[in-house]
């Protein structure tokens, strides 16, 4: 049931960002009002839970830094893309993370699983973006809102493996360290400002989405990961990333009126199966495993 309930809320992020879209924000609005609104929410439970934020200034660039490849890029990434492409396309491409974190490992050397298997899935991977994408053809995915998603991606990937190297381990507890982060996150998007366009006059609708989208998609999710990871293991977390692209292609089509080709749904299922392989758990001397499936804690607030 947590994880149904979890998969619904961070799947559907990307139908909030669209009809705040629709309603008249602009990219940069949505980005700080999601920011600030999902800073408020793990403040409020770092308090409750009596989680004191880090006070090294050390710890605190860090977190600048993970707050602009966690938060800042990909929340205007996501919301400028979805400007030209579908919610349920956002939610596909967004599920394409975990294969940029094993290919930014493996370039770095830190990625220590290389079974045969999890390459493999590596590749098919990819293959499953090629064929989402489809630049062969004229209805394909070529665009620069869809590559702007697919950097939002790569930026989560980007910050995964800064945020293992620098801030696992420091001082802190979890939701103390997200909060800190996502302070972080409003400030530098509340700096940007100025350079962006005016408020305009969005819908209530629009107003409504945004907050759903900084509480219960980015605030409230991030909480629900962290105990769901605590009571019942890293896996079943990783369970729920795979619900995410359905959830929010299943509410792009029933909300919205969204229609996928069979050839980006082929695509998704492709994705996901490369996804499933590159979490392979592998036996490693000392009867040790290793693997994207393995106890690896997630750092810092993220959503869709």
Aim: aromatic share 6%.
């Amino acid at each position: 049931m947590r994880m149904a309930l979890l998969a619904l809320l961070w799947g559907s992020s990307f139908l909030w960002i669209k009809i705040a879209l629709n309603g008249g924000l602009s990219p940069l609005h949505i980005t700080v009002i999601r920011c600030a609104l999902g800073a408020a929410v793990l403040l409020a439970l770092a308090r409750s839970a009596r989680q004191r934020l880090p006070r090294s200034r050390r710890t605190w660039a860090h977190l600048v830094v993970a707050a602009v490849f966690c938060n800042v890029l990909p929340f205007f990434l996501f919301s400028v893309g979805e400007q030209t492409v579908d919610s349920g396309v956002a939610g596909v491409l967004n599920a394409t993370t975990p294969l940029w974190s094993m290919g930014i490992g493996l370039a770095l050397g830190t990625e220590r699983g290389r079974h045969p298997l999890r390459l493999t899935g590596l590749l098919l991977g990819f293959a499953g973006v090629l064929l989402v994408f489809a630049p062969w053809q004229e209805s394909g995915l070529t665009s620069w809102g869809a590559l702007l998603l697919l950097a939002a991606a790569v930026s989560y990937a980007v910050a995964f493996a800064y945020m293992a190297r620098h801030l696992l381990g420091r001082d802190g507890a979890p939701l103390a360290l997200s909060a800190a982060q996502l302070v972080a996150a409003t400030g530098l998007t509340t700096l940007a400002l100025p350079a962006g366009p005016g408020v305009g006059d969005p819908t209530l609708g629009a107003l409504l989405a945004v907050v759903a989208l900084g509480i219960f998609g980015t605030g409230l999710t991030f909480h629900l990961n962290s105990r769901l990871i605590a009571d019942e293991g890293p896996t079943a977390a990783a369970t729920v990333g795979y619900l995410l692209p359905v959830v929010s292609v299943a509410l792009g089509a029933l909300v919205l009126g969204e229609q996928l080709s069979a050839r980006v749904v082929a695509g998704m299922a492709v994705v996901l199966i490369g996804v499933g392989l590159t979490r392979t758990r592998t036996r490693q001397p000392g009867g040790t495993a290793e693997g994207a499936a393995g106890p690896r804690r997630r750092i810092g607030a993220t959503a869709g």
